[in-house]
């Protein structure tokens, strides 16, 4: 907001009234020079800002007010205005002061447009910039908003797989007991004896095919959910990782579609 010390330094009376003279002359200049040029200078609209400025300030001070609003200030700025003929800029009037208010951020913004030379009228430049500014900040939440939604999905997608590695460990700890209490008792038999609750190779194997086949099937789904994740924000890990990631969730595929074939079907017992 605007104050009384904001547009010009203190000065006495006469010093005050000369250079606010100065500057509203050389504002009806290049409002002037605007008007009967073909094509308008951002330099001669800065020139008009900064007589705007000027008076403003002059306004406030008449009006013993800290603030560029009601009714004294206004009488006070709409004759200053009138006694130099730029009261013909209307609503371009605020516009400039908003520009001249923000102008290192508006000049900023202007050299990085594409034709900063097409962009003089101040309406044209501050609406444009305002909606610039807005558009940038919305960009800046969403993409907080992005990064809040990948952080809390990969979490959800680590505390998966780690209950997913403790099914797996839970089914190899079943699987030692299991073979554990199936395994032959040599205490009460002679050494080189044949047991009967020994398992033959073909029960072995297809006990293993099992366990491969459930362990394959967690793999591969654990696998899809993270290419998953991937794809949808593919700048959240490093492209090594996905290669690495595709190659083993190929291999785990592979594996079990070999598993799920006839060709691993492993042949019966001799009776």
């Known amino acids: 907001m605007a104050t009384l010390n904001d547009d010009a330094p203190r000065e006495s009376g006469t010093h005050r009234r000369s250079n606010l003279h100065a500057a509203l002359v050389a504002g009806r200049e290049a409002y002037q020079s605007i008007k009967e040029s073909q094509r308008q200078l951002w330099a001669d609209w800065l020139v008009v800002g900064r007589a705007l400025k000027r008076a403003r300030s002059e306004a406030m001070h008449l009006a013993s007010t800290n603030k560029p609003s009601g009714r004294r200030y206004s009488t006070e700025m709409s004759r200053l205005l009138a006694e130099y003929g730029l009261d013909e800029l209307g609503k371009a009037a605020s516009?400039?002061?908003?520009?001249?208010?923000?102008?290192?951020?508006v000049e900023e913004w202007r050299s990085k447009q594409p034709d900063p030379d097409?962009?003089?009228?101040?309406?044209?430049?501050?609406?444009?910039?305002s909606r610039s500014s807005r558009g940038q900040d919305d960009k800046n939440k969403k993409k907080h908003q992005r990064d809040r939604s990948l952080a809390a999905q990969i979490k959800e997608l680590k505390r998966e797989l780690e209950h997913r590695d403790a099914r797996i460990l839970e089914l190899e700890e079943e699987k030692q007991s299991h073979q554990s209490s199936e395994a032959p008792d040599t205490a009460n038999h002679d050494v080189g004896k044949d047991e009967e609750d020994d398992l033959s190779p073909a029960q072995k194997l297809r006990r293993m095919k099992d366990s491969l086949v459930i362990l394959a099937g967690q793999a591969v789904d654990c696998a899809g959910d993270f290419q998953s994740v991937i794809k949808e924000y593919p700048a959240a890990i490093s492209r090594e990782a996905i290669s690495q990631v595709n190659q083993a969730a190929k291999m785990w595929q592979n594996l079990q579609k070999v598993l799920n074939t006839s060709i691993f079907e492993t042949k019966s017992d001799p009776a």
């Not at 097409?118 to 910039?129: E, G, M, Y």
């Open 95 to 105: 516009h400039l002061l908003n520009v001249m208010d923000h102008l290192p951020a």
């Open 118 to 129: 097409a962009l003089n009228h101040p309406s044209w430049v501050w609406q444009r910039f």
